[in-house]
């Protein structure tokens, strides 16, 4: 969504919030209006001091009281505009937090993929503050200073004709020097923000990389952040080309203006068609005018920088939430999981799976296996729905994931998958994740099964450590084993597992046999096998080659009987460990 600003906040705002920010920019409207006013006033006032008798009707008192009366009221109703703007806006701060987690928790895994954690947080953090300041003071000090200077632009023609005609010409000349002004600055800006982005994401790679940085000598000169570094540098100085030649012609039209003014009311005063002190007002009067202009195009300029906020925010919240029905459709055969006839590809025109059908009973397990990249997790991020297919139906429990919603799908699964991600908090409520309903004795038990018990011991608060943001207080291997017991307080009909591919040390490995053996009584087991013994150990093998298609598909025995790709990968693995082993 693009365009003007205001309705791109309105559907962001509850009915409330968003009255309020009505309520507070028309304040600012009318306090605007008074101050134009209160300007105007000013010059028969000074009139009126100067000659000392009445101008347009008023002595100098009545004006003086006029004056005071616009200044009070004026300054009650900012005060009550820019409270009622800044509760809508920290309403509107509060709607969009909620609003963009919504959004957030609608939206299939897959549109994470590649954005930056960064780019959320930065999101939710600073640039929703930002947002919250542009509506409760940028746009009210606009509709502010723009109606005081339409105020004036029209009262002026009562003082003076040939001064009101010549602000209504200077409009369009401010108005198009602002935008070409403004332009040059979010051109700018456009320009430079690349190249910042780039540079930031290489500098946390440069100190989260630093291992195998220095591994490879490259700690003290890394092309990739001195590339960075010459791009942001070469794209920050056209940047400020462009933002000085904006400032530039910013504060030469006020220039222009004032000097034009000051030249026109001296040529009135010396030719005689005004009195010396009506000069001297009226250039007040201008200087005046002038300031509030400036004002203006800081305020509008202020406003744009924040347009590209808008934007981010707007990128996420028209992100296609995953469709999926009010109530799930009851399922029909619990436990089971079933491909038909799917085809995917992350990227239209390069396919990733084809054709891809197979059959997985309740109670069962079922083994993929097939060379690296060949859609093995693919197939597991499909079930999950983590993406939808591009052809063909996922089933689980029966049901086509499409008529599930999303908790009630996510109840049929456990998902054990390599790259775990914990949340910095203890291992107790890491693993309690999994069934918020478990008892502690659940979880201990859980833990236990999973070789976390072993972790626990060795922590220097036991279940109180907590495990570091990601949970990177924790190996791979353990962080694994933390998400095995999840899968286990959780008792999921169907478990979706991906074997770790290192070599596992004989602790883990027995304890994922274990945890394997043990979700393997009550659950359908779907493993990414790595192992022989798993392969061997399962119901069923799915074989998939290298372009994505099921090559074969069987028990063990019948598929070493049969020769064929997965005698050939089996022949591979044992040879291969039995040299690992030697
Ligand atoms: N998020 C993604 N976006 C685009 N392409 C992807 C994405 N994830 C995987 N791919 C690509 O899809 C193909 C299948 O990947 P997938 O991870 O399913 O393979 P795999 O068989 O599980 O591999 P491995 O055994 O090495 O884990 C690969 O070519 C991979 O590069």
Known sequence: MSGPLLPRYRRLMSVESWGR??????????????????????????????????????????????LSVIAIVAAALDFWGMRTGYIGALGFIHEIHEALGAKV???????????SPGKYSRMVSQEMLNLGESIAHFVYAVIQRATSAVVIMIGVWFWDWRLGLFLLLACPVVIGLMLVSQRL?????????????????????????????????????YPALERAFDTSLRTGRKALWLETAGSVINGALVQVIIVVMIMMTAHFAITGQWEGFAAVITIG???????????????????????????????????????E???????????????????????????????????????????????????????????????????????????????????????QLSLVFQDVYLFDDTLEANIQLGNPAASPEQVRWAAELAGVSEIVKRLPAG???????????LSGGERQRVSIARA??????????????????????????????????????????????????????????????????????ELLAAGGQYTRFWNERTAARGWALR
């Open 463 to 473: 279940w109180d450590t907590r495990v570091g943001e990601g949970g990177r207080a």
């Open 105 to 115: 928790a609608s939206m299939p895994i897959g549109a994470f993929d590649g954005a």
């Open 21 to 66: 920010t009505i309520t507070g920019v028309s304040l600012g409207a009318i306090v605007g209006a008074l101050h134009g006013f209160a300007l105007l006033a000013l010059l028969p006032a000074m009139a009126a001091l100067v000659t000392g008798g009445p101008s347009w009707g008023l002595g100098l008192a009545e004006w003086l009281v006029v």
């Open 488 to 557: 286990l307080v959780k008792q999921a009909p169907i478990v979706l597992f991906d074997e770790a591919t290192s070599a596992l040390d004989a602790e883990n490995e027995a304890n994922i046999i274990h945890a394997m053996s043990e979700l393997r009584k009550n659950s359908t087991l779907i493993v990414i096998a790595h192992k022989l013994e798993t392969i061997a150990a399962a119901d069923q093998i799915v074989v998939l080659d290298a372009t994505g298609h099921i090559c074969q598909q069987g028990r063990h025995e």
């Open 285 to 323: 009067m201008c200087l005046r005018f002038t300031t509030m202009l400036e004002d203006l195009v800081t305020q509008i300029i202020g406003i744009e920088e924040r347009r590209e906020l808008m934007d981010h925010v707007d990128e996420v919240m028209d992100t296609p939430s995953l469709s």
């Open 325 to 411: 029905p009010e109530v799930s459709a009851p399922l029909t055969n619990p436990g089971e999981v079933a491909l038909k006839n799917v085809s995917f590809s992350y990227y239209e025109g390069t396919p990733v799976l084809h054709d891809i059908s197979f059959r997985v009973a309740p109670g069962t397990m079922c083994a993929l296996v097939g060379p690296s990249g060949c859609g093995k997790t693919t197939i597991a991020r499909l079930v999950a729905r983590f993406w939808d297919t591009s052809a063909g139906d996922v089933l689980v429990g029966g049901v086509n994931v499409t008529e599930l919603t999303t908790t009630d799908l996510m109840t």
């Open 185 to 221: 600055v979010a051109r700018g800006k456009k320009i430079a923000e690349p190249g910042e982005e780039e540079l930031s994401t290489r500098m946390v790679e440069y100190a989260k990389c630093q291992g195998a940085l220095r591994s490879c000598r490259q700690a003290a000169n």
